[in-house]
């Protein structure tokens, strides 16, 4: 049985106090300037960039260096990184705040994508105690005074789970808030997330802000896991993928009063239309590009009219277009007076897939403790792109 919360009227994350709590969750090729701009239109909270590795934003390449630009609309600016070498995450962290890049910081351990683990990086690393310990209170000591906050998944299979121990070295080491995705990395996107880990962070970090992530689809989804769990806010990722204005209904749902204007989305086909026609503009201005922000835009038809009396060759059509004077025809031949469809519109959305066993390092389960082959390992995890 649920208990009833009322609604958190903010959430503050060091210096930082959010009218919402909640935070966009870091998509690599998703949560680029467009789409942040785009959630914050309608909405209320913390919106993430894409995952940015380490190294490459001390070796200034220039695509990572275009990645940490934002809007100047974008209040507060957020960054998250991902890196493996302590010395390496120290130097891009200060270089985001000595170079006033970013108003916070997020490191990543919960990655759980096969080339990223298999070096020992994201979920895979807070195995290693020790390394973890490093990387995080030197990266909260390059940080200063902007807050530096770590996501982390539940470990790396049933049997080696890590959130606990890591979330009690990062509240020593001076975070400001911890975030766990309440999979383990062998779950990928797969199956229910398990929402009494979320439960069980929050018991053991008393201090920071504890963040739950996994599973929102909705704003009661999100009202749900903060009354399950005791967890302070909440970090949407796959659910808000084409639904940019599923934050107007957290910000509704969890904020104050101030937190977004109007009144709830009335989501017919053509409040839907309009919303994708927006986003592609602003993948547009982002690329500074008609035909790539066209492109990119592809890759979201799906999402956006899930469930809606779209037919196939029009969503075909929509999924290769290369202008916005296109997207234009093809929206005006759509019922755009159509109904919101309830059920058929809900529910997960994005990638899922099935369980699979961790690609990780050899031996690396072996010992918690860095060895001299992991540390040669390492040396390679430190990636020199970003998005990942």
Same mark, same amino acid.
């Given at each position: 049985?649920?208990?009833?919360? =009322?609604?958190?009227?903010?959430?503050?994350?060091?210096?930082?106090?959010? %009218?919402?709590? *909640?935070?966009?969750?870091?998509?690599?090729?998703?949560?680029?300037?467009?789409?942040?701009?785009? +959630?914050?239109?309608? $909405?209320?909270?913390?919106? &993430?960039? @894409?995952?940015?590795?380490?190294?490459?934003? &001390?070796?200034?390449?220039?695509?990572?260096?275009?990645?940490?630009t934002h809007h100047e609309s974008e209040t507060p600016r957020s960054i998250q990184l991902y890196g493996v070498d302590?010395?390496?995450?120290?130097?891009?962290?200060?270089?985001? *705040?000595? @170079? %006033?890049? !970013?108003?916070?910081?997020?490191?990543?351990?919960? +990655?759980? &994508?096969?080339?990223?683990?298999?070096?020992?990086?994201?979920?895979a690393l807070p195995w290693k105690l020790g390394l973890f310990r490093d990387i995080v209170s030197r990266a909260a000591r390059a940080a200063e005074h902007v807050p530096l906050t770590v996501k982390m998944r539940k470990g790396i299979d049933g049997d080696h789970l890590t959130y606990l121990d890591a979330g009690r070295i990062a509240e020593d080491a001076g975070v400001a808030a911890v975030a766990l995705h309440a999979r383990t990395a062998a779950e990928f996107y797969s199956g229910q997330a398990d929402w009494s880990a979320i439960a069980a962070l929050k018991e053991a970090v008393t201090s920071v802000p504890v963040l739950g992530n996994g599973d929102i689809w909705s704003a009661e989804d999100a009202r749900r896991m903060m009354a399950e769990t005791g967890c302070d806010g909440v970090v949407v990722g796959r659910g808000c993928l084409g639904r940019p204005?599923?934050?107007? %209904?957290?910000?509704? @749902?969890?904020?104050?009063?101030?937190? *977004?204007?109007?009144?709830?989305?009335?989501?017919?086909?053509?409040?839907?239309?309009?919303?994708?026609?927006?986003? !592609?503009?602003?993948? &547009? @201005?982002?690329?500074?590009?008609?035909?790539?922000? +066209?492109?990119?835009?592809?890759?979201h038809v799906a999402w956006y009219f899930k469930g809606y009396p779209v037919g196939g060759e029009t969503r075909a059509a929509l999924a290769t277009v290369s202008s916005l004077a296109e997207i234009d025809d093809l929206l005006s031949t759509l019922e755009l007076d159509a109904a919101y469809p309830g059920a058929?519109?809900?529910?997960?959305? $994005?990638?899922? $897939?099935?369980?699979?066993?961790? =690609?990780?390092?050899?031996?690396?389960?072996?010992?918690?403790?860095?060895?001299?082959?992991?540390?040669?390992?390492?040396? %390679?995890?430190?990636?020199d792109h970003s998005g990942g």
């Open positions: 049985m649920t208990s009833a919360i =009322a609604p958190a009227p903010t959430l503050r994350i060091g210096p930082l106090t959010l %009218d919402a709590p *909640v935070v966009l969750a870091p998509m690599a090729g998703i949560t680029n300037t467009a789409f942040r701009r785009l +959630c914050r239109e309608y $909405g209320a909270g913390l919106y &993430v960039s @894409e995952m940015i590795t380490s190294r490459a934003l &001390v070796e200034r390449n220039a695509t990572t260096m275009r990645l940490i302590p010395a390496t995450v120290e130097n891009a962290v200060r270089v985001l *705040v000595q @170079e %006033d890049r !970013a108003d916070h910081i997020d490191l990543n351990f919960g +990655c759980p &994508v096969p080339k990223v683990t298999r070096k020992g990086g994201g979920a204005w599923l934050f107007g %209904d957290l910000a509704r @749902e969890l904020g104050t009063p101030a937190a *977004v204007a109007g009144d709830p989305v009335d989501a017919t086909l053509g409040f839907v239309a309009a919303a994708f026609r927006r986003h !592609a503009q602003l993948l &547009v @201005e982002f690329f500074e590009d008609e035909g790539r922000g +066209c492109r990119d835009i592809r890759k058929a519109a809900e529910g997960q959305r $994005g990638r899922a $897939g099935t369980p699979k066993r961790p =690609a990780l390092p050899d031996g690396w389960l072996q010992t918690r403790d860095l060895g001299a082959e992991a540390s040669l390992t390492l040396a %390679d995890a430190e990636l």
